[in-house]
């Protein structure tokens, strides 16, 4: 077991959890150029050890988190999920980025992976309500989020700039509400609690 892995909710699971680091640089970098056919046109991850600096360094703040999926047993990276612009108060929710790598694509380790992550944000970050936006025709990725139970809420015109542009993003959302994950003390943010 990584000496940071985050504990998994499911023993079951084929994937474990763990903060991405500076030691993974090399892997993952070769990951992402492996990648780059799966990924265009919806998702750009860093491509240089520049970039890859400049990435690790955002999901070292407080209000963002870089996580690592990771095949249990061998440690092969199979994608990352990042839980980006934590707002707390009356929100507690922070939307959600995600990237299978090739090599293990395809496999249902995303969906395991996510699983995990929103356990992870609910009971251990006490968020509240997570998103992610997805262009209409990433079917892949519109797959992904309705396995790990999301809701469809809406879609919003010209949400994100993608490729060059301004993309209309459908949004899909999971709240605590949703998850069997007992109770939660709520974050010390959270007024009138
Ligand atoms: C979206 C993305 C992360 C999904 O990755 P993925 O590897 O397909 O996701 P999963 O690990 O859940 O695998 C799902 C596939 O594995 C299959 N599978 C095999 N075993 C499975 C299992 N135990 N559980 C679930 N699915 C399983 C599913 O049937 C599905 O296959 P299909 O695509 O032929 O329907 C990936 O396509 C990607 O990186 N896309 C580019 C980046 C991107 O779009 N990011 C999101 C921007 S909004």
Redesign the pocket.
């Known amino acids: 077991m990584h000496g940071d892995e985050i504990p998994a909710a499911r023993p079951d699971s084929r994937v474990v959890l763990r903060p991405l680091t500076g030691g993974d640089q090399d892997e993952f970098l070769d990951l992402v150029k492996a990648?780059a056919g799966?990924?265009h046109p919806?998702?750009s991850l860093p491509a240089t050890p520049e970039q890859f600096q400049a990435y690790l360094a955002r999901y070292e703040k407080p209000d963002e988190e870089a996580l690592l999926v990771c095949v249990r047993g061998t440690g092969a990276i199979?994608?990352v999920v990042t839980i980006n612009s934590i707002i707390r108060g009356r929100f507690q929710s922070a939307s959600l980025?995600?990237?299978?790598f090739t090599p293990?694509?395809?496999?249902?380790?995303?969906?395991?992976?996510l699983d995990l992550v929103v356990r992870h944000a609910f009971q251990r970050l006490r968020l509240h309500r997570l998103e992610?936006?997805?262009?209409p025709g990433?079917h892949?990725?519109l797959?992904?989020v309705r396995?790990a139970g999301f809701r469809h809420e809406g879609l919003s015109p010209e949400i994100l700039f993608i490729d060059g542009a301004w993309r209309d993003h459908e949004r899909w959302a999971i709240t605590t509400g949703m998850v069997d994950i007992g109770p939660v003390e709520p974050h010390p943010t959270l007024p009138g609690h």
């Not at 980025?97 to 299978?100: G, L, M, P, R, V």
């Not at 992610?132 to 262009?135: E, F, G, M, V």
Request: aromatic residues 10%.
């Open positions: 990648s799966l990924h919806w998702m199979a994608g980025a995600y990237a299978a293990s694509a395809g496999q249902g380790y995303l969906t395991e992976g992610a936006q997805i262009q990433n892949a990725s797959g992904l396995r």
